[in-house]
């Protein structure tokens, strides 16, 4: 099958879009592709995940628009030297350390783009047994405020001891 868009080279990229339950299919060849990608495939403007990082870093420091370069001393990275503007600008970091460096920065970055700051996926059977218990403590420690504030104190005790039980297991 030839290339929708230019007719002569065969498509090798088949992309479905759906918008407001209507779809859209193009087959198209790897040339074409890029070009319809850099373009948005017509729809969506191209959608960049460092951009939208960047958008909301600067976002939570307060700016409005893109953090240009200063001329006074700026935050860096102490092992790579990336300065914070640098994540502003491209929404990337340069090392594993700038996590680190720049963490308080990233924790509100992170509560605001995924509602916590805390990984609630999935726990592997195998290896995941303390970060299960955990889950567990946590869960009864819940429903034990709820038990207290509703003035159910027998359940509340019940609840306290379960977890004093799983905390030893711990």
Not at 33 to 42: D, K, L, P, T
Not at 73 to 94: H, I, V
Request: net charge positive.
């Amino acid at each position: 099958m030839l290339c929708e868009r230019c007719g002569e080279r065969p498509a090798t990229v088949y992309y479905t879009e759906v918008v407001n339950n209507k779809q859209k299919k193009m087959q198209l060849c790897e040339v074409c592709a890029r070009q319809m990608q850099s373009e948005g495939f017509g729809f969506f403007p191209q959608m960049n995940l460092h951009n939208f990082l960047a958008s909301f870093w600067n976002q939570v420091s307060g700016m409005q628009q893109p953090i240009a370069p200063k001329t006074r001393e700026e935050a860096a990275c102490p092992t790579c030297g990336t300065p914070e503007s640098f994540f502003a600008q491209k929404g990337l970091f340069g090392c594993g350390d700038c996590y680190r460096h720049f963490g308080e920065r990233l924790e509100p970055l992170m509560r605001r783009i995924h509602g916590s700051s805390a990984h609630t996926g999935k726990v592997p059977r195998r290896t995941g047994g303390k970060v299960r218990l955990a889950r567990q403590i946590d869960g009864l420690k819940a429903q034990l405020r709820e038990a207290v504030a509703r003035e159910e104190f027998e359940k509340a005790a019940e609840l306290r001891d379960e977890i004093r039980k799983l905390e030893q297991e711990l």
